[in-house]
């Protein structure tokens, strides 16, 4: 009886030492505190705001949510097998922060793996930033309750943003220059002619960056693959045409590309209200100014006689750069 038990002794210190510490939950994830309060546990229905990193096991970043510049919000579901993420929130409350692997196997076999996923687990690190809890509210007070929170959130970003913009043009080493519109820009390289002019097809190479340098678009297959960007055999990584004037692309893009001329290369920094503004857009949080490196490949001018047509009154939302 010792002798079995001291072989369990030494099965469970190998187990801790092999997962450096790590403690095994329900389902056979694993989890690793950094941060643990003494708060209430987020239960299933409860609204969260987190922070996460998702990697595999050679570190490399499936997703980070400080890449997209915002923490993600979540009404915790149900989990969808025993051991899923959604079960390892349930051990978290609002300030803890701890990273937890998944078994793999468990994971895909309910999924498509991601492309040249490798690794024994899909690591996140997680930290929680707000807990609403759905207790005996209503589903009308509980909506009203995260409502109330994330305009608070959205209020606070808008007014932080001038100053992430002076920060980033402080620390840039370049001298912008302002429109009255409020757009920056550094043109780096002068091309030839007269600068791109409405009624005019501006065909551009781009490449769209937020303030930390994160690469969220481009039309440079090089860019794209240096960036890391998901389904690289699926963008045309070729230069856009863009209709200047036609409202069919971001404030900041059709005010931008009239500065420039063939040839032209430079960079601007677009304000969100000359961007994605509120809403933001896929990676782009609210209230987000973005970088844009523009290098104007050619231009194509109207033909002799023909009526340029009036900007349409609102454009649909199209790829980045694009509304």
């Known amino acids: 009886m010792k002798k079995n038990l001291m072989y369990l002794a030494l099965a469970t210190i190998g187990l801790a030492s092999c997962n450096g510490g790590y403690k095994q939950g329900d389902g056979g994830f694993l989890y690793n505190f950094y941060t643990s309060n003494s708060g209430t546990k987020i239960k299933t229905g409860d609204f969260l705001l987190a922070n996460l990193i998702i990697k595999n096991d050679a570190d490399s970043v499936l997703m980070s949510t400080y890449d997209q510049g915002r923490p993600s919000p979540l009404v915790l579901p149900k989990s969808t097998y025993k051991g899923d993420i959604f079960d390892a929130l349930t051990l978290f409350a609002e300030g803890d ?149 036609q409202h069919k692309v971001i404030a900041g893009w059709d005010q931008g590309i009239q500065l420039l001329n063939k040839g032209a290369k430079a960079t601007i920094l677009v304000p969100s209200s000359l961007g994605y503004g509120a809403a933001g857009a896929g990676p782009i949080a609210p209230f987000t100014p973005v970088i844009f490196d523009l290098e104007v490949v050619d231009i194509v001018h109207p033909r002799a006689g023909s009526v340029v047509p009036p900007p349409p009154a609102a454009a649909p939302a199209v790829s980045f750069g694009k509304k």
């Open 97 to 245: 922060s701890a990273s937890v692997k998944l078994p793999a196997d468990s994971v895909f076999k309910r999924g498509a793996k991601p492309p040249g996923f490798k690794g024994k687990y899909l690591n996140y690190t997680i930290k929680v930033v707000k807990v609403i809890p759905k207790g005996k509210m209503t589903d009308q007070e509980f909506n009203e309750a995260i409502n109330t929170y994330m305009k608070a959130q959205l209020e606070t970003e808008k007014n932080a943003e001038p100053a992430k913009i002076k920060k980033y043009i402080d620390a840039s080493g370049q001298k912008f220059n302002k429109t009255d519109s409020g757009l920056y820009y550094v043109i780096t390289k002068p091309g030839a002619g007269a600068n791109v002019a409405v009624g005019d097809t501006a065909v551009i190479n781009y490449v769209g960056k937020l303030l930390n340098g994160k690469v969220f678009d481009t039309s440079i297959k090089a860019e794209g693959i240096k960036a890391k960007l998901g389904s690289l055999d699926q963008r045309p990584f070729t230069p856009i045409r863009v209709a200047i004037g």
